[in-house]
């Protein structure tokens, strides 16, 4: 049985990863991106994974969606920080309570590779029986295992282009689309103004400071504003 429900996880994310958008993209953003080339996917609506392996050794971490699956999953310290490339606080208390209940529902995906590595960002909610909280994970592959990284540099300015925007705002900017609010439409036709998308203009021209409220509540993580 949990070979079966393993294989059919796979086979549901190999084909989420077939509808990836693929972007050229000139110039980087602050790191050699191959080819000049990231992959943007948005997920089926409602995608859920949730933490339902019995141990780090049952998972084969052949996709980033892997790795948070094993971080929800996980039962004790010991294997929780096996997913991080950056050392973790040990919370006993987290791993007394049941995840059960718990799940992240996966929204929009960046992928690209750089200087020999792949690296992806996760956008997704937290959904617990009392709340629901906005997230997002960077992580990188290395010796053949995703890892979730406590993002430097222009890293962190693409993570927090993921975690504070809203969904629709990302899929405009990586499908150079409107979304109906004037100002951040100029902003994406700024960052695609020699035809094919900068992600250095993406990262640091996208600004809310001129915007109101109203388009706010567009623009921004709808979650955020509540």
């Not at 086979?11 to 077939?18: C, H, Q, T, Y």
Request: hydrophobic share 35%; charged share 20%; net charge positive.
């Amino acid at each position: 049985m949990k070979i079966i429900l393993i294989s059919v996880f796979l086979f549901v994310l190999n084909n989420i990863i077939a509808q990836n958008k693929y972007l050229s993209s000139y110039p980087g953003f602050g790191v050699e991106i191959k080819d000049k080339t990231v992959y943007y996917n948005k997920y089926p609506k409602d995608y859920r994974i949730y933490g339902n392996y019995n141990s780090f050794e049952e998972f084969n971490s052949i996709y980033p969606e892997q790795t948070l699956k094993s971080i929800l999953s996980a039962k004790n310290f010991n294997w929780d920080k096996k997913n991080y490339d950056y050392l973790i606080e040990n919370n006993p208390i987290k791993y007394e309570t049941s995840n059960k209940e718990v799940y992240f529902e996966l929204l929009s995906k960046l992928t690209f590779n750089s200087n020999g590595l792949s690296y992806s960002i996760i956008k997704y909610y937290v959904n617990t029986p009392k709340s629901v909280i906005p997230s997002c994970s960077v992580l990188v592959r290395k010796n053949k295992m995703w890892y979730v990284i406590n993002p430097t540099g222009s890293l962190s300015k693409i993570f927090l282009m993921f975690n504070y925007l809203s969904v629709i705002s990302l899929n405009a900017i990586f499908e150079n689309t409107s979304i109906g609010v004037d100002k951040f439409d100029q902003q994406i036709k700024h960052i695609y103004l020699e035809g094919i998308l900068s992600l250095t203009k993406a990262i640091n021209s996208i600004s809310s400071s001129k915007m109101t409220d109203e388009e706010l509540k567009i623009v921004l993580e709808p979650l955020f504003n509540n």
